[in-house]
């Protein structure tokens, strides 16, 4: 009997294992969660549960080309300085509330996201938000989920908000009932944003617990006495003054590797020079091409036994020992500044050695220390990789920190403690970017072109009009581990679907629970719901239990409308996995989220949704 259950439903019981598996390794978190999604793919074909072409569907759907789009607009947001620029308006309005900028951010999410798809809402708040806390100082960690989670909320402000919405509305209409208005979902909506803010609010301090010291430091409003006592600057620079008989005299630092032979770093090169009227000293970032003279005084970075190895093998002169220097202003920043700098995940420079990051070569400016997880890595940096999320300490004339600052879409300039530094020029670009986007918005809201087509006309825009240098520049925006997740597990949903798995699992419950009444049904239905939309996209998953739901309000001879709302929001209302929407997929690397961060924070979400909106749809629309 067992062989014979198992032969007939082999199919089925594959892709439950496959599926309990990748859910398994998403949880362990040691593997990445793009490269999981592959394997378990790769496994429904070995195992004859998909054709090839099936696999691969995922990668030509429409949402994974428009998340492709997306990124590459909202690359082209923040670099033309258009994120920087709205995001200080928003900074303006909260003022030192944090509260307030998390309210703030919420709203204008879900307020785009009932007229706007949610993916591209998130797509395009994405670079202002990622600003927007750099500018405030608040951890980023702290905004991005909830404003995943703010684009499926305000979705269901309106009809158009989310394809559900749709769905359940053509099924009534099909089945002969009155269809939905377009404010139908309002009350629904401004439900579920007021219980998301408030309860989001709450719940995100889990993402940045034991972590505050990070959250204070990533702050722009850094004074340059802050980050001197935070990188410890003070205790670890020395002056020295080069020789007659110095053996760097007159040579190239390129020709001394000193960092590498006494693991000690020259960061300005100061040299007086006499007219006629006056005696002038120039202050210049030391770089590669930069020729040591006689009477140079070196400012220098590393510990006193490195300084002084490197001073008396070179027939050098230590100035001082004691950092009077550094404590009494000597340290100018008039020209040469420091400025904190965060990687974000898709950089270059991600897995790179400091020694090899070539920022002193293209930038003229030097990596003086790491932030890592509220820990500060000070000594021998010069080996150290560097990781997504570390915040740099880079040193260099301000005028090459507003070019790292203009011009990299790898990282987020985010200390600028100056005046002159925080007088970065927006690029002639920002206004075009901003049409661009505008126009994107407008014809999305009025349909004049599908969200696909309208976003990859707005990329291709953004590369041909400027907004990016290039198409290379347009590819890096692109955050590939998200893409290849989201279309990795689109497949799963055929899986489900062609094996009858997800059929059996809706009808198995609505069958059990039928004898207790419509109340205990739509709470099954929504549960079930809620469940499956975690695997499957919420479009299949509305599609697959809309007419399921209508059917079952038909038997029980009450009216389908709270049914068919239950099917609506349990779809749209899905926070625990990363790739549940494609919205919850975008924000995952940015904010270097785990898979159990939206457990920790989405399935509690997801389950008070699912008591309060059980509760609140028969008060709405009686049975």
Excluded at 365 to 372: E, S
Excluded at 490 to 511: D, F, Q, R, Y
């Amino acid at each position: 009997m067992l062989i014979t259950f198992i032969a007939e439903n082999k199919d089925i019981l594959i892709t439950f294992i496959v599926l309990a598996l990748a859910a398994a390794f998403f949880v362990w978190g040691k593997i990445r969660a793009d490269v999981v999604a592959l394997c378990a793919l790769l496994s429904l074909v070995l195992f004859n549960v998909l054709t090839p072409k099936e696999a691969l569907s995922g990668f030509s759907n429409e949402i994974v080309i428009m998340m492709v789009a997306l990124f590459v607009v909202g690359g082209a947001i923040f670099q033309t300085g258009l994120a920087k620029m709205i995001s200080a308006k928003i900074v303006s309005l909260a003022g030192k509330s944090e509260l307030k900028l998390f309210i703030l951010v919420m709203l204008a999410t879900s307020f785009m996201g009932a007229f706007v798809s949610n993916t591209g809402t998130v797509a395009l708040m994405l670079p202002i938000v990622v600003s927007l806390a750099a500018s405030a100082g608040t951890n980023v960690r702290r905004l991005l989920m909830p404003m995943a989670f703010a684009g499926s909320m305000g979705a269901m402000l309106t009809l158009i908000g989310t394809p559900p919405n749709l769905i359940v509305h053509g099924t009534l209409v099909d089945a002969g009932y009155k269809g939905l208005s377009f404010f139908s979902f309002f009350p629904i909506g401004v439900i579920a944003v007021t219980l998301g803010t408030v309860s989001l609010w709450f719940m995100t301090k889990l993402l940045v617990k034991g972590d505050k010291k990070e959250e204070k430091k990533n702050s722009g409003g850094k004074s340059i006495n802050q980050l001197i006592k935070n990188y410890q600057i003070a205790e670890n620079l020395y002056r020295i003054k080069v020789n007659e008989d110095s053996l760097i005299n007159n040579k190239k630092l390129k020709e001394l590797s000193i960092t590498q032979q006494f693991n000690v770093s020259v960061l300005e090169i100061r040299r007086s020079t006499r007219s006629r009227f006056r005696r002038t000293v120039n202050q210049d970032v030391a770089g590669a091409e930069s020729t040591i003279l006689a009477d140079d005084i070196l400012y220098v970075l590393g510990s006193l036994e490195n300084i002084k190895h490197f001073t008396s093998d070179n027939k050098l002169s230590l100035m001082s020992s004691d950092h009077a220097e550094t404590k009494d202003g000597d340290m100018h920043f008039g020209e040469i500044g420091i400025a904190e700098l965060v990687l974000m995940s898709n950089s270059k420079l991600v897995n790179k050695q400091v020694k090899d990051a070539d920022l002193r070569r293209v930038y003229n400016v030097n990596i003086l220390g790491i932030q890592r997880r509220g820990e500060y890595i000070l000594q021998n940096i010069k080996d150290e990789k560097m990781q997504a999320g570390d915040v740099l300490l880079i040193q260099g004339k301000w005028k090459n920190i507003q070019k790292l600052d203009n011009e990299g879409t790898e990282w987020v300039v985010i200390g600028q403690p100056s005046e002159e530094a925080n007088k970065v020029p927006l690029s002639n670009k920002a206004p075009i970017a901003a049409g661009i986007m505008i126009l994107m918005v407008v014809s999305m809201v009025f349909n004049w072109l599908t969200p696909v087509m309208a976003s990859m006309i707005a990329a291709v825009l953004m590369v041909l009009t400027g907004c990016l240098r290039n198409v290379e520049s347009a590819y890096k925006t692109i955050n590939w581990e998200s893409i290849v997740l989201f279309a990795g597990m689109i497949p799963m949903a055929i899986a489900l679907e062609n094996t009858g798995a997800s059929k059996i699992i809706a009808e198995g419950i609505v069958s059990n629970l039928g004898a207790y009444g419509p109340m205990v049904v739509m709470a099954g239905i929504y549960l079930a719901t809620s469940c499956i939309t975690l695997f499957i996209s919420n479009t299949a998953t509305a599609v697959l239990f809309a007419p399921i739901a209508l059917r079952t309000a038909e038997t029980l001879g009450v009216s389908p409308y709270p049914f068919m709302f239950t099917v609506a929001v349990a779809a749209s209302m899905c926070f625990a996995s990363p790739f549940a929407t494609p919205p919850n997929a975008l924000v995952m690397s940015a904010g270097r989220y785990t898979f159990m961060d939206y457990v920790k924070v989405g399935l509690p979400l997801q389950l008070l949704y699912a008591v309060v909106m059980i509760l609140v749809l028969p008060l709405l629309f009686p049975f």
